[in-house]
C-alpha cells in the first residue's frame, strides 16, 4: 500500500539510512559498572532498543530512544551508546539534540563506528554551527571518497546557511498551539482570506483511531478549524467522506475553500463542498494521475491551472517534480507537463503553492540554495510564461531541518507551513509566520495586536504595494428573506468578454470570495433562477498596487413587478451617448435574461449627476437609455418589450458632492415593468 507516509518516510530514508547506514554496535555487559540489578536492567533495555533500532524507521527509533536513554543511566560514558542515541535523535525530530550525544561518543572513541564523523558533521549542522560542520564534512569526504557527492551538497548547505542567517528576514513566527497535537501535523492549507485552516495529523481521533503498522503511528486524517476575532478556535476532525480508515491529507485548496485536493494512495483527488457537507473524493484523470506517486498539488487563482508534484524514487537525485495541467475548452485537464529546470532542481521539489496574486508560486526544495533538507522557495511568472529564479525565503522560515507546506493568505502579510522548532510539541508542527515589512507605523503591544492588525489594515490597502491583490468577500442574500443564496457567479473579462473564472456561492451561508489580479476591468455577474442577475464593477486596469479587501454583500431581487438593478458594467465616454466595447458582456447578460423571460417588459432608464446643465443631462440620460434599447433590439429583443426614459439628475442614488456619489448616480437601471 502506497501512502503519503510511506513517501515521506521514503525522503528520510534516502536522507541518511540508504547513503549512510548507520552502525548497530553490540554494547557489551562489562561496560556498566553498576550492581547487578542495574546491568541487568541496562541490558535488558539495550536489547529492546536494538530490536527497534534494526527496524530502521522513525517509528522504530523513538522507540529505540526510550530503552537507550534508560540504559545510559547507568553508563553515560558508553561510546557505543552515546552514539545510538545520537542517531535515535538525528533520525528522529528533534534532530538538534543528537550533538551532544555524538560529541560525547566522538570524545570516547572517535572510531566506534565508521559514520561517526559524517554523523557529528550532520548534527552540528542542524545546530547552526556550519563552519565546524564543513571541517568534519571534508574530514569524512576525504577519508570516503565514494561519498562526495552528497558531502559535497551537504558543505553547500552549510555555506548557503552561513550567508542567510547574516540576513535574518523580519518575520514573527509562533507555534499555532490550539492547532497542533503531540502527534504529527502538517500540510496547513488556507482559504485567501486566512479564515479557515485544514491540515493533516495524526493524532488519537483519527477515523477508526488505528495504528499504521509501518511507523506506529495513528493514519493520517483531515482537521479544519476556523478564525475568529483573528484567533484560532480548537479544531475538528472534518469527517466523512474525506476522512476513512486509510491515510487521508490534505494537499490543495481553492481560495474561496470550496474545493478540496487530497491524497491517497498515490493519487489526487478533489472534492467539493456543497453547503456544510464535502463530496466523495473523485479522483483526478490519468493525465495528472500516473502510476507514478502524485504527492501535493494547488489550484490557480481561476481553477483553470493546476500544479502538482509527481514521482519519487530510492535516489539522492530523486524526481520529486513539479508539473502543471491545464483545462480545454471542454474544462477538460489536459496532459501534464513538467515545469523547467529554473524550478525543478536535481533534488526533490514538494509542497507547491499559487498565491491568489496568480503569479507567485511558493515551494518547497532540498536543492537551489537550500540550507539543509526542504527549503521554501518563491518564483513569480513573468509576462512571457516563464518562472524568475527562485529565491529561499530565508532564515528564520527555513532552518537546517525540514520547512515545508508553506501557504500564505491573500494579503501577503500572515503564512502558514510545517517545521520542527524548539517550542515543536511532539513531531512536525504547523507554525504561522507573521511578515513585519511595512508594519513600522503601527503600535502594536501584543502579538495578537499584530495579527490582527495585519491580517486587517486600517485601511484597504496594504502598505506593501508589491501584493497588488484586490479580494473579493461577502454573502448573497434573498433581498426579502435574507436566506443565503447558492448563486452563480462569473467573473469577466470585459475587454475580452471571457469568463476568466466561475463558482458559486456556498447554499448553507451564501459566502463568497474571488481574488483579482490587477491589471483587468473585471465584471462580476451573480445568477440564480428566479432572480434578476446582479452585476459588480471593478476596474483594475491602472491599479497603482498594494492589498484591498473589498466586502462586497449582495442582496438578489427576485423577479417581480418594479424589481430593479443596476447595470453596473455598462460605459460611456464622458459625456458622450455610444456604449464603450468593455460593455458587451452587460448587454449579453441583459439579451441571455430577456430570452430567459419572454413574457418580462422592461424599462431602461438613464440617469446622470448633477453637474453641469439640467437639460443637456436629460437629453443625455435619454440618449444612453436608448442606445441600450436599441443595442437590445439589434440581437433580437422585441422593441414592444424595452421602454427607455431618461430621468437626468432627477433620481440619485447618491450625494451630489463627493466624487464616488457622483460616480454612482451615473448610470443605467433595468426595472420590471411587466412579467
Known amino acids: 500500500m502506497k501512502t503519503k507516509t510511506i513517501i515521506l518516510l521514503l525522503i528520510f530514508l534516502i ?38 533500532f534494526d527496524e530502521n524507521t522513525e517509528g522504530s527509533y523513538l522507540k529505540s530512544l526510550n530503552y537507550y536513554l534508560d540504559a545510559n543511566k ?5 561510546a557505543a551508546l552515546n552514539y545510538k542515541i545520537g542517531v535515535c535523535y538525528i533520525e528522529s525530530v528533534q534532530k538538534k539534540e543528537s550533538l551532544k550525544y555524538f560529541q560525547k561518543a566522538y570524545e570516547i572513541n572517535e572510531e566506534i563506528a565508521a559514520d561517526l564523523k559524517y554523523y557529528l558533521a550532520r548534527a552540528l549542522h542542524y545546530n547552526y554551527k556550519f563552519d565546524e560542520a564543513i571541517e568534519l564534512y571534508q574530514e569524512y569526504k576525504s577519508e570516503n571518497s565514494d561519498k562526495s557527492k ?14 542567510l542567517v ?21 500540510s496547513p492549507l488556507i482559504t485567501a482570506d486566512g479564515e479557515k485552516l485544514i491540515f493533516t495529523s495524526r493524532r488519537e481521533n483519527t ?12 493514519y493520517e486524517d483531515i482537521y479544519v478549524a476556523k478564525s475568529k ?40 483527488y478533489v472534492s467539493n463542498l456543497r453547503g456544510r457537507n464535502w463530496s466523495k473524493p473523485k479522483a483526478l484523470p490519468k493525465t495528472i494521475n500516473t502510476k507514478e506517486i502524485e504527492s501535493s498539488a494547488c489550484f490557480s487563482y481561476d481553477g483553470n491551472t493546476i500544479y502538482f508534484v509527481r514521482g519519487r524514487t530510492a535516489s539522492e537525485e530523486s524526481n520529486g517534480e513539479i508539473y502543471y495541467s491545464q483545462k480545454d475548452e471542454n474544462d477538460k485537464w489536459g496532459e501534464a507537463k513538467i515545469l523547467d529546470n529554473t524550478i525543478n532542481s536535481p533534488y526533490d521539489e514538494d509542497g507547491v503553492f499559487m498565491h491568489p496574486d496568480g503569479k507567485t508560486m511558493y515551494f518547497s526544495s532540498k536543492g537551489h540554495n537550500s540550507i539543509g533538507g526542504y527549503d521554501v522557495f518563491k518564483s513569480e511568472q513573468k509576462e512571457d510564461g516563464s518562472w524568475s529564479v527562485p529565491e529561499n525565503m530565508g532564515y528564520p522560515i527555513n532552518t537546517p531541518d525540514d520547512d515545508i507546506y508553506f501557504v500564505l493568505a491573500a494579503n501577503k502579510k500572515v503564512g502558514y507551513y510545517s517545521a520542527v522548532k524548539d517550542d515543536t510539541k511532539g513531531y512536525n508542527d504547523i507554525y504561522q509566520v507573521v511578515f513585519l515589512n511595512g508594519t513600522d507605523n503601527v503600535i502594536l503591544n501584543s502579538e495578537d495586536n499584530l495579527i490582527a492588525s495585519i491580517a486587517s489594515p486600517s485601511s484597504e490597502t496594504s502598505i506593501d504595494k508589491s501584493t497588488r491583490l484586490t479580494l473579493v468577500k461577502g454573502v448573497i442574500l434573498d433581498n426579502v428573506t435574507g436566506e443565503p443564496i447558492e448563486a452563480i457567479i462569473e467573473i469577466i473579462d470585459n475587454e475580452t468578454n471571457e469568463v476568466v473564472y466561475r463558482t458559486t456561492s456556498n447554499s448553507a451561508t451564501g ?37 484591498k479587501k473589498v466586502e462586497q454583500n449582495i442582496q438578489m431581487v427576485n423577479i417581480a413587478k418594479n424589481s430593479e438593478i443596476t447595470l453596473k458594467n455598462l460605459f460611456f465616454d464622458i459625456g458622450k451617448s455610444e456604449i464603450k466595447d ?72 447618491a450625494d451630489n458632492i463627493s466624487r464616488e456619489g457622483r460616480a454612482k448616480n451615473r448610470r443605467v437601471d433595468f426595472k420590471i415593468l411587466e412579467n
Open 15 to 52: 536522507g541518511g539510512n540508504i547513503l549512510f547506514a548507520q552502525e548497530n554496535i553490540k554494547i557489551a555487559k562489562k561496560d556498566f559498572k553498576t550492581e547487578k540489578s542495574g546491568v541487568a536492567k541496562a541490558m535488558k533495555d539495550i536489547k529492546y532498543g536494538d530490536h527497534f
Open 150 to 163: 552528497i558531502i559535497d551538497k551537504k558543505i553547500v548547505e552549510c555555506e548557503n546557511g552561513i550567508e
Open 229 to 268: 476575532d483573528h484567533k484560532w478556535k480548537s479544531p475538528k476532525n472534518i469527517g466523512s467522506p474525506l476522512n476513512s480508515d486509510n491515510h487521508d491529507a490534505t494537499v490543495g485548496l481553492s481560495n474561496d475553500g470550496q474545493k478540496l485536493i487530497t491524497y491517497s494512495r498515490g493519487d489526487l
Open 582 to 653: 468593455e460593455s458587451k458582456s452587460e448587454l449579453d447578460r441583459v439579451i441571455e435574461f430577456l430570452t430567459d423571460y419572454p413574457k418580462i417588459k422592461v424599462e431602461i432608464s438613464g440617469h446622470t449627476d448633477s453637474q453641469g446643465d439640467k437639460n443637456d443631462n436629460l437629453v443625455l440620460s435619454q440618449n444612453r437609455a436608448k442606445s441600450v434599447v436599441d443595442y437590445l433590439t439589434k440581437r433580437g429583443i422585441k422593441s414592444e418589450r424595452l421602454v427607455p426614459i431618461g430621468y437626468g439628475a432627477k433620481k440619485p442614488v
Open 166 to 186: 547574516k540576513k535574518k528576514v523580519p518575520v514573527l513566527i509562533t507555534n499555532v498551539s490550539i492547532i497542533n497535537s503531540k502527534h504529527k501535523d502538517y
Open 511 to 547: 459566502e463568497y470570495l474571488v481574488s483579482l489580479p490587477p491589471g483587468k476591468n473585471y465584471g462580476m455577474a451573480i445568477k440564480k433562477d428566479g432572480y434578476l442577475f446582479h452585476s459588480e464593477n471593478f476596474d483594475l486596469v491602472d491599479d497603482e498596487g498594494g492589498y
Open 74 to 78: 547507568y553508563n553515560s560514558e558508553n
Open 207 to 218: 477515523t477508526g483511531a488505528q495504528l499504521d503498522p509501518y511507523d506506529n503511528q495513528y
